[in-house]
T-cell receptor, first 114, second 113 residues
Protein backbone atom coordinates (compact mmCIF):
# COMPACT_ATOMS: atom_id res chain seq x y z
CA UNK A 1 0.00 0.00 0.00
CA UNK A 2 1.62 3.18 -1.21
CA UNK A 3 0.72 5.88 1.25
CA UNK A 4 2.70 8.69 -0.39
CA UNK A 5 2.45 9.15 -4.15
CA UNK A 6 5.12 11.26 -5.83
CA UNK A 7 5.24 12.73 -9.32
CA UNK A 8 6.80 13.11 -11.76
CA UNK A 9 9.24 10.25 -11.80
CA UNK A 10 11.76 12.36 -13.70
CA UNK A 11 12.06 16.02 -14.56
CA UNK A 12 14.28 18.06 -16.85
CA UNK A 13 14.45 21.80 -16.24
CA UNK A 14 16.47 24.55 -17.85
CA UNK A 15 18.92 26.44 -15.67
CA UNK A 16 17.09 29.34 -14.04
CA UNK A 17 13.71 27.68 -14.33
CA UNK A 18 11.35 26.44 -11.62
CA UNK A 19 11.32 22.77 -10.68
CA UNK A 20 8.09 21.47 -9.18
CA UNK A 21 7.65 18.07 -7.58
CA UNK A 22 4.30 16.96 -6.20
CA UNK A 23 3.28 14.50 -3.52
CA UNK A 24 -0.09 13.27 -2.33
CA UNK A 25 -0.86 11.32 0.78
CA UNK A 26 -3.81 9.28 1.97
CA UNK A 27 -3.45 9.08 5.73
CA UNK A 28 -4.92 12.20 7.36
CA UNK A 29 -3.01 11.38 10.54
CA UNK A 30 0.28 12.33 8.85
CA UNK A 31 1.61 15.48 10.45
CA UNK A 32 5.24 15.81 9.40
CA UNK A 33 6.38 16.14 5.80
CA UNK A 34 10.13 16.17 5.07
CA UNK A 35 11.86 16.33 1.71
CA UNK A 36 15.14 14.56 1.08
CA UNK A 37 17.78 15.26 -1.55
CA UNK A 38 20.02 12.47 -2.81
CA UNK A 39 23.05 12.94 -5.06
CA UNK A 40 24.36 9.97 -7.08
CA UNK A 41 26.38 7.59 -4.92
CA UNK A 42 25.31 9.32 -1.71
CA UNK A 43 22.71 8.73 0.94
CA UNK A 44 19.61 10.94 1.21
CA UNK A 45 19.94 14.14 3.20
CA UNK A 46 17.17 16.21 4.76
CA UNK A 47 16.47 19.27 2.63
CA UNK A 48 13.43 20.92 4.19
CA UNK A 49 10.41 19.84 6.22
CA UNK A 50 6.96 21.19 7.05
CA UNK A 51 4.16 20.55 9.51
CA UNK A 52 0.50 21.01 8.54
CA UNK A 53 -0.02 24.06 10.73
CA UNK A 54 1.58 26.20 8.00
CA UNK A 55 0.77 26.33 4.29
CA UNK A 56 4.23 27.24 3.08
CA UNK A 57 7.84 27.07 4.20
CA UNK A 58 10.74 28.63 2.38
CA UNK A 59 14.47 28.03 2.78
CA UNK A 60 16.55 29.85 0.21
CA UNK A 61 15.49 28.71 -3.25
CA UNK A 62 13.50 25.76 -1.86
CA UNK A 63 9.84 26.13 -0.91
CA UNK A 64 7.34 23.57 0.36
CA UNK A 65 3.69 24.31 -0.32
CA UNK A 66 1.15 22.36 1.72
CA UNK A 67 -2.57 21.88 0.99
CA UNK A 68 -4.13 20.05 3.91
CA UNK A 69 -7.64 19.81 2.44
CA UNK A 70 -6.33 18.28 -0.79
CA UNK A 71 -3.80 16.13 1.08
CA UNK A 72 -1.04 17.34 -1.20
CA UNK A 73 2.31 19.00 -0.78
CA UNK A 74 4.91 20.10 -3.25
CA UNK A 75 8.52 21.19 -3.52
CA UNK A 76 9.39 24.19 -5.64
CA UNK A 77 12.99 24.91 -6.56
CA UNK A 78 13.33 28.46 -7.82
CA UNK A 79 16.14 29.53 -10.15
CA UNK A 80 17.13 25.88 -10.59
CA UNK A 81 20.86 25.25 -10.99
CA UNK A 82 22.82 22.31 -12.42
CA UNK A 83 24.02 21.62 -8.87
CA UNK A 84 20.41 20.88 -7.93
CA UNK A 85 20.46 17.81 -10.18
CA UNK A 86 19.63 14.98 -7.80
CA UNK A 87 16.84 12.64 -6.78
CA UNK A 88 14.27 14.16 -4.45
CA UNK A 89 12.09 12.15 -2.09
CA UNK A 90 9.06 13.40 -0.26
CA UNK A 91 8.02 11.66 2.92
CA UNK A 92 5.35 11.71 5.59
CA UNK A 93 4.96 10.49 9.13
CA UNK A 94 2.45 10.64 11.95
CA UNK A 95 2.47 10.99 15.69
CA UNK A 96 3.56 9.40 17.89
CA UNK A 97 7.04 10.08 16.67
CA UNK A 98 9.83 7.80 15.71
CA UNK A 99 11.65 7.83 12.43
CA UNK A 100 10.57 4.26 11.77
CA UNK A 101 7.16 5.68 11.01
CA UNK A 102 8.34 7.76 8.05
CA UNK A 103 6.88 6.69 4.69
CA UNK A 104 8.84 7.75 1.61
CA UNK A 105 7.63 8.60 -1.86
CA UNK A 106 9.15 6.85 -4.85
CA UNK A 107 11.49 9.70 -5.80
CA UNK A 108 11.89 12.24 -8.61
CA UNK A 109 15.10 12.41 -10.60
CA UNK A 110 15.74 16.05 -11.44
CA UNK A 111 18.13 17.11 -14.15
CA UNK A 112 18.89 20.80 -14.58
CA UNK A 113 20.46 21.53 -17.95
CA UNK A 114 22.59 24.61 -18.69
CA UNK B 1 33.10 14.16 11.24
CA UNK B 2 32.35 10.74 9.76
CA UNK B 3 28.61 10.66 10.57
CA UNK B 4 27.25 7.29 9.45
CA UNK B 5 29.76 4.87 7.95
CA UNK B 6 28.74 1.76 6.03
CA UNK B 7 30.93 -1.08 4.86
CA UNK B 8 31.35 -2.44 2.28
CA UNK B 9 30.36 0.03 -0.46
CA UNK B 10 29.92 -2.68 -3.09
CA UNK B 11 29.38 -6.42 -2.86
CA UNK B 12 28.54 -9.23 -5.24
CA UNK B 13 27.17 -12.43 -3.75
CA UNK B 14 26.12 -15.75 -5.19
CA UNK B 15 22.66 -17.01 -4.38
CA UNK B 16 22.70 -18.75 -1.03
CA UNK B 17 25.77 -17.00 0.33
CA UNK B 18 25.60 -15.03 3.53
CA UNK B 19 27.05 -11.70 4.46
CA UNK B 20 26.85 -8.93 7.04
CA UNK B 21 26.58 -5.25 6.25
CA UNK B 22 28.20 -3.09 8.87
CA UNK B 23 27.08 0.34 10.04
CA UNK B 24 28.55 2.67 12.63
CA UNK B 25 27.64 6.19 13.69
CA UNK B 26 29.68 8.63 15.72
CA UNK B 27 26.94 11.13 16.58
CA UNK B 28 25.86 9.46 19.84
CA UNK B 29 22.43 8.78 18.33
CA UNK B 30 20.02 6.46 20.06
CA UNK B 31 18.08 5.18 17.04
CA UNK B 32 19.39 3.39 13.98
CA UNK B 33 17.72 2.05 10.83
CA UNK B 34 18.31 -0.13 7.80
CA UNK B 35 16.59 0.71 4.52
CA UNK B 36 16.69 -0.73 1.04
CA UNK B 37 16.30 1.40 -2.05
CA UNK B 38 14.98 -0.07 -5.29
CA UNK B 39 14.12 1.76 -8.53
CA UNK B 40 10.58 3.11 -8.42
CA UNK B 41 10.08 1.94 -4.84
CA UNK B 42 11.63 4.69 -2.77
CA UNK B 43 13.16 3.78 0.57
CA UNK B 44 11.69 0.89 2.50
CA UNK B 45 12.48 0.17 6.12
CA UNK B 46 13.90 -3.28 6.81
CA UNK B 47 14.64 -3.15 10.55
CA UNK B 48 15.22 -0.49 13.12
CA UNK B 49 16.61 -0.10 16.59
CA UNK B 50 14.91 2.60 18.62
CA UNK B 51 17.57 2.37 21.32
CA UNK B 52 20.50 0.22 22.31
CA UNK B 53 19.31 -3.26 23.16
CA UNK B 54 16.12 -3.16 21.09
CA UNK B 55 15.35 -4.09 17.50
CA UNK B 56 12.08 -4.25 15.58
CA UNK B 57 10.87 -5.23 12.15
CA UNK B 58 10.11 -2.65 9.54
CA UNK B 59 8.15 -2.92 6.32
CA UNK B 60 10.28 -5.58 4.55
CA UNK B 61 12.13 -7.72 7.15
CA UNK B 62 11.92 -11.15 5.49
CA UNK B 63 15.33 -12.63 4.69
CA UNK B 64 17.22 -10.31 7.02
CA UNK B 65 18.43 -10.21 10.58
CA UNK B 66 19.96 -7.38 12.56
CA UNK B 67 22.15 -6.88 15.60
CA UNK B 68 22.52 -3.70 17.62
CA UNK B 69 26.01 -4.45 18.82
CA UNK B 70 26.29 -1.31 20.96
CA UNK B 71 25.10 2.28 20.74
CA UNK B 72 27.36 3.00 17.76
CA UNK B 73 26.95 -0.12 15.63
CA UNK B 74 23.98 -1.75 13.88
CA UNK B 75 24.60 -4.62 11.48
CA UNK B 76 22.36 -6.22 8.87
CA UNK B 77 22.79 -9.88 7.98
CA UNK B 78 21.62 -11.81 4.96
CA UNK B 79 21.69 -15.47 5.90
CA UNK B 80 21.00 -16.91 2.45
CA UNK B 81 21.10 -14.26 -0.23
CA UNK B 82 18.53 -14.27 -3.02
CA UNK B 83 18.46 -12.29 -6.29
CA UNK B 84 15.44 -10.38 -4.92
CA UNK B 85 17.79 -8.88 -2.34
CA UNK B 86 19.78 -7.10 -5.03
CA UNK B 87 19.43 -3.49 -3.93
CA UNK B 88 21.15 -0.48 -2.45
CA UNK B 89 21.15 -0.63 1.33
CA UNK B 90 21.26 2.43 3.53
CA UNK B 91 21.90 2.69 7.21
CA UNK B 92 20.62 5.75 9.04
CA UNK B 93 20.59 7.12 12.56
CA UNK B 94 18.60 9.70 14.46
CA UNK B 95 19.02 11.32 17.85
CA UNK B 96 15.90 9.72 19.28
CA UNK B 97 12.28 9.08 18.57
CA UNK B 98 10.32 12.11 17.47
CA UNK B 99 10.76 14.23 14.41
CA UNK B 100 14.50 14.58 14.60
CA UNK B 101 16.49 14.47 11.40
CA UNK B 102 17.86 11.13 10.26
CA UNK B 103 21.37 10.96 8.85
CA UNK B 104 22.11 8.42 6.17
CA UNK B 105 25.26 6.55 5.24
CA UNK B 106 26.53 6.42 1.67
CA UNK B 107 24.98 3.07 0.95
CA UNK B 108 26.03 -0.45 0.02
CA UNK B 109 25.27 -1.62 -3.49
CA UNK B 110 24.59 -5.35 -3.27
CA UNK B 111 24.17 -7.61 -6.27
CA UNK B 112 23.08 -11.22 -5.82
CA UNK B 113 23.70 -13.43 -8.85
Amino acid sequence: QQQVKQSPQSLIVQKGGISIINCAYENTAFDYFPWYQQFPGKGPALLIAIRPDVSEKKEGRFTISFNKSAKQFSLHIMDSQPGDSATYFCAASKAPGGYQKVTFGTGTKLQVIP
Amino acid sequence: NAGVTQTPKFQVLKTGQSMTLQCAQDMNHNSMYWYRQDPGMGLRLIYYSASEGTTDKGEVPNGYNVSRLNKREFSLRLESAAPSQTSVYFCASSRSSGYTEAFFGQGTRLTVV
